[in-house]
């Protein structure tokens, strides 16, 4: 029975294969259009290749502190940092970003939604400037008019919505469609590859020459791409969450976030390289520029697009089912404490909490609708006005966008950021009491990364009211709209979670300390720091067995008293283990 239940869980190869496909996207590179163009205001250009080093280390460290928090802290249950937070600082903070860590998935969807479709087939998105100002419109654009988003969008939302149902069909179809997906979407993102190494190799020389001339440097342009950038590190404070679908999870859930991330960063870096190899320009979307910008060939032309349209699909429904898993198991903690309606909270036999996930499906659709829907019926509004509701692709590209992929991205990177500097917060309050071990770097580098973090989550929301400043004319517009609809969207949140927890949740946990307080310190139980004897008693154990093949050797295998002590001290260590 034990086997068959340990079955149903992600082992450790699983944990990494499905958390490298959630996390990396071989869509950043459209993040360049924004970030590195020498066209774009604020651009840093090449530098963002070495800022993806910083960048991993950062994110690194960071899951380290969710490695080692995971070791001393109830991970099999769903939750993560909001486990570690409710432990060490309160039930509120707890909560507060166990909210705010489920807010950050409308980014994320968001973004994955609008790339779906729009991202694919939107003429602002994939049509070519020429030097002249005139416009190339490739074949597979939609001339849908004013309202083209709109439609687009909600043919993105559709499928979307029907990708992320597959969770309520069992663990066992899921993570075949999760695999089958993965590897048609990483089969798929290899052409694109490719089709960069060949530009790379052919335009190579040239091309990093002009980037190295024309590159500029700025501290607002760093802190603007390490927030944009920061996202596509992200992604572990969600996956981390489903420790009840996930087996071992004291020592999985560390290691699986820690070799991502390496994987992530090493990844990030070489395809950066490529790419600057390859273009001196770059569009929003590049999974489908890559081929107009680079070669004339007409079977190109036409077989590229046809296989980015495949890749996309195969990448948002596995990041869909993905996201119905990871955003029913962020909600579910919230059941378990009441901070939500008891009745919602329930498991099924896979451990997934299908009423929340029910709940986070509605929630999502209201907050596409938020992030998309609205913007996109502005945007309608505003050119059939100027030009009729059968604008051209030319005329729809002067509307200037409230989002793009880069503001969306900082606008995710900010909450995330802030969950991980809550989570590094815990380490340093732990590793004052004393109630963790520290090694002399992690004393250094974790309070460096806290201080970094904090800055720019602090620099992220400066600079949107400074955008609205200092643009004019429709940019000011656009800059107003954006910069509105996100401060309303986290400060609704944040009043929300607040006004919540001292009217519902208080009063219901104040009513249960009186009448189940057996209840209320069953609950309490799964928030402590718990002994890691456990892991220092397997280093010891590690370390007598290394011993015990250097003396063997020293002595070419003949007994001495250190032998016999250490093997003694082995015999005595596991019998205690065992006992425990």
Not at 119 to 132: E, L, Q, R, T
Not at 161 to 187: C, E, H, P, Q, R
């Amino acid at each position: 029975m034990l086997k068959k239940e340990q079955n149903k869980k992600f082992s450790l190869a699983d944990f990494v294969w499905l958390g490298f496909n959630y996390t990396v996207v071989i869509g950043f590179i459209g993040n360049f259009a924004i970030l590195s163009n020498i066209s774009q205001p604020d651009s840093i250009g090449i530098h963002v290749i070495w800022l993806f080093a910083v960048e991993g280390l950062n994110a690194g460290i960071c899951a380290w502190a969710f490695a080692k928090m995971a070791i001393v802290h109830h991970s099999n249950n769903n939750g993560a940092s909001y486990i570690y937070v409710r432990t060490s600082f309160g039930k509120f903070w707890g909560i507060f970003v166990a909210f705010m860590q489920y807010v950050a998935l409308p980014f994320l969807i968001t973004i994955q939604v609008m790339m779906l479709i729009r991202g694919s087939f939107g003429a602002d998105w994939v049509s070519k400037i020429n030097p002249d100002k005139s416009i190339t419109v490739p074949w597979y654009a939609a001339k849908s008019g004013s309202f083209g988003d709109l439609w687009l969008d909600f043919i993105g939302i559709a499928i979307y919505m029907s990708a992320a149902g597959i969770i309520f069909w069992g663990m066992k179809l899921y993570k075949k469609l999760a695999n089958g997906t993965g590897i048609i979407k990483w089969v798929t993102a290899g052409f694109l590859i490719l089709a960069g190494l060949v530009l790379a190799v052919q335009h190579g020389g040239e091309n990093l020459s002009y980037w190295g001339h024309h590159t500029n440097f700025s501290l607002p342009g760093f802190i603007k791409t390490f927030n944009s950038c920061f996202f596509f590190f992200a992604g572990f404070e969600f996956f981390s969450t489903a420790g009840k679908n996930i087996s071992n999870p004291e020592k999985n859930i560390g290691r699986g976030i820690t070799l991502i991330m390496l994987i992530s960063t090493i990844f990030y870096i070489v395809i950066s390289i490529i790419f600057f190899a390859a273009f001196t320009k770059f569009v929003q979307n590049m999974q489908m520029g890559t081929w107009s910008l680079g070669f004339k060939n007409n079977i190109i032309l036409y077989g590229g697009p046809i296989i980015m349209i495949i890749s996309a699909l195969a990448l948002k429904i596995n990041v869909a089912m993905q996201n119905a898993l990871y955003g029913g198991t962020s909600l579910q903690p919230l059941w378990a404490e009441g901070y939500l309606p008891d009745h919602l909270r329930k498991l099924n036999k896979d451990g997934i909490p299908i009423l929340a996930s029910i709940l986070n499906l509605v929630i999502t659709s209201l907050m596409i609708f938020i992030w998309l829907a609205i913007p996109d019926i502005i945007k309608g509004v505003s050119l059939t006005k100027q030009f009729g509701f059968m604008a051209t692709p030319a005329e729809t590209m002067t509307y200037q966008q409230p989002f793009n992929v880069s503001s969306l991205t900082e606008a995710s990177s900010a909450i995330t950021i802030f969950i991980y500097g809550m989570v590094i917060a815990v380490i340093l309050k732990l590793a004052y009491q004393r109630k963790i071990k520290m090694r002399v770097w992690e004393y250094l580098a974790f309070p460096i990364v806290f201080v970094i973090l904090t800055f720019v989550f602090g620099w992220h929301y400066y600079s949107l009211i400074n955008n609205i400043v200092i643009s004019d004319g429709r940019k000011r517009d656009s800059a107003i709209i954006g910069a509105a609809i996100q401060l309303a969207f986290v400060a609704f949140s944040v009043s929300f979670a607040t006004i919540w927890y001292f009217t519902y949740y208080r009063a219901k946990y104040l009513r249960r300390m009186k009448e189940q307080p057996e209840l209320q310190a069953k609950l309490d139980a799964e928030f402590e720091v718990r002994d890691d004897w456990k892991y220092v008693s397997l280093e010891i154990r590690h370390e007598i067995k290394n011993y015990l093949k250097r003396n063997q050797a020293l002595y070419q295998a003949k007994t001495n008293i250190n032998y016999q002590y250490a093997e003694h001290l082995l015999t005595e260590l596991n019998l205690i283990v065992e006992k425990k």
